[in-house]
């Protein structure tokens, strides 16, 4: 891909454009660090701009029929398919993700997300309420007006389409910040929109800083609603930063995945479930299967077969059609990740794999971690506790279903959960008494467009996917209707 191609400017009212400051700030390829393209990072005034034709797009967009939007995000979808290659490769060039991981899932489940909300727009339905007699009462959803969204840089093409699509089909205006390191496939995904058909201002798309844009996208007061995901802290700030105008806020923040296997479970499943659950995206992932709860029993021979396959993952150039795991997606981040390795030695954890830079030397250059196994003396110690969001396991065993909830149950995070076992009673007693948003039973991540994500405690609140995303993005508007009714004058006169 020549970079000449690549989408580098900030997207408002339908066009490319400059910064108004003209600044720009490098994106990088993590297997190398070498620069892809200087993007363009919006400052204030870009937002106000953003936001500005956000809102004249705004009325004729929400009132256009739900088919009318709903073709746009369809024809949307074809197109993100029939540019496979080029997104796959924008997308593992910008964020080191696997060659293989980008064209197998990321652009495929963007396209899927935007065509399930695009066959979503003319189904998503009010209703009627039986109140009274005499009186009709119909509840209308409307779309809330303007919305904000943050977007991560673990998977910023799928998470456009993530907030995108429902915001979209229920007849929203969009500003998007894209994560400052990873804008290219969300700026190509805006060209492909308006291919599609999109009516200018409809989305706007704002490569910025998240302390200067996405700070004051948070704030802006024509903003209704925002939408984030990233860290926890990040999401705080924005709470605090949304009470100026008491937008409505959505947050998908961060987890510490329990990954429970019990010694009846199918160990061969188990264990590739298991190393794909933490080890797939290089463990940037929110709902990875970051802390492994192995039953004593079989704990041992799990660990062996696991750790043997963690050391089998191909590590490598993420361009090469044969790796499994690329690089993280910049050095800052790969140095959080390793500083872990320190924190889990000084409580006395114990470091069964990895724990380093590969020793590769043509990998010398990029942000690379070997699949880092540990075992640390408690499931209270740090590294047990805190999203480390890298290749960066933790393992611990347990005595008992109850010990086994203890410890999955142990955390403030409470996203996505698995356990591995051939007892349906207990799959479900487990499941049940999980605290999480999802939890999966004999498989780990997995994800659709109809299945609700979102988590409790400190991984946030709301729900994207399905039709409790169109929820989340629309507003209910009650109507009531006097048919008929015969209403006794209140004050006996006139
Ligand atoms: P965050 O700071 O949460 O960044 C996520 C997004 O928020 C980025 O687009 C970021 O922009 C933006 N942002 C930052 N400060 C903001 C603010 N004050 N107001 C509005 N937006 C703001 O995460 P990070 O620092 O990149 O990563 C730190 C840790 O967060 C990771 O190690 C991981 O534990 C967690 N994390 C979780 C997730 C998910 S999926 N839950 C995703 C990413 C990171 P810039 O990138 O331009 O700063």
């Not at 201002?201 to 704030?219: D, K, M, R, T």
Request: net charge neutral; aromatic share 8%; charged share 20%.
């Amino acid at each position: 891909m020549s970079n000449s191609t690549l989408r580098h400017q900030l997207f408002i009212d339908g066009k490319f454009v400059n910064a108004e400051s003209g600044e720009t700030l490098a994106t990088l390829n993590p297997h190398d660090n070498s620069v892809i393209a200087d993007v363009a990072l919006a400052g204030k005034a870009d937002i106000d701009k953003a936001v500005a034709a956000a809102k004249r797009a705004f009325p004729a967009w929400s009132r256009l029929s739900g088919a009318d939007r709903g073709r746009i995000l369809l024809k949307l979808a074809d197109l993100i398919e029939a540019n496979t290659e080029e997104l796959a490769r924008l997308e593992t060039m910008d964020t080191g993700h696997p060659l293989r991981d980008s064209r197998s899932l990321d652009v495929p489940r963007t396209a899927a997300c935007f065509r399930y909300f695009g066959g979503m727009a003319d189904k998503f339905e009010g209703n009627v309420v039986p109140v009274e007699a005499g009186f009709l009462n119909y509840v209308l959803r409307d779309p809330l007006g303007v919305v904000g969204q943050v977007v991560p840089w673990n998977f910023p093409l799928m998470f456009t389409s993530w907030k995108m699509a429902p915001a979209l089909a229920a007849g929203n205006c969009i500003v998007m910040k894209p994560a400052e390191i990873t804008p290219l496939s969300s700026l190509k995904i805006a060209e492909l929109m308006s291919e599609a058909g999109m009516p200018d201002g409809v989305v706007n798309i704002v490569p910025g800083l998240g302390s200067v844009a996405g700070q004051y996208l948070a704030e802006h007061p024509g903003v209704a609603k925002i939408a984030f995901t990233g860290s926890t802290a990040t999401g705080r700030r924005i709470v605090q930063a949304s009470a100026g105008n008491l937008k409505k806020v959505q947050l998908e923040l961060g987890g510490k995945g329990a990954n429970i296997v019990f010694d009846d479970a199918n160990l061969t499943a188990a264990i590739n479930g298991s190393a794909w659950a933490m080890f797939h995206n290089q463990g940037q992932a929110c709902i990875a299967g970051s802390r492994l709860i192995l039953s004593e029993r079989i704990a041992d021979e799990f660990l062996e077969k696991y750790i043997a396959l963690a050391k089998s993952i191909r590590v490598g150039n993420p361009m090469d059609e044969a790796t499994e795991m690329g690089p993280l997606t910049s050095a800052l981040h790969r140095d959080r990740v390793l500083s872990y390795v320190d924190v889990a030695k000084e409580q006395g954890g114990e470091i069964l794999a990895g724990g380093k830079a590969p020793s590769n030397a043509a990998l010398r250059d990029g942000c690379y971690v070997e699949p880092t196994i540990v075992r640390p003396r408690s499931y209270k110690d740090r590294v047990a506790q805190e999203e480390v969001f890298g290749p960066f396991v933790t393992v611990l065993t347990f005595k008992d279903d109850a010990e086994a909830l203890q410890i999955a149950n142990g955390t403030e995070y409470g996203l996505g959960s698995g356990l591995w076992t051939n007892n349906l009673q207990r799959a479900h007693k487990v499941a049940r008494d999980l605290y999480a948003g999802m939890v999966w039973i004999n498989s780990y991540k997995r994800v659709s467009p109809g299945s609700p994500f979102g988590g409790v405690g400190q991984s946030g609140y709301g729900r994207e996917m399905g039709f409790d995303a169109m929820r989340e993005y629309t507003q209910a508007r009650s109507v009531w209707v006097n048919v008929d009714a015969q209403i006794p004058p209140w004050y006996a006169r006139g």
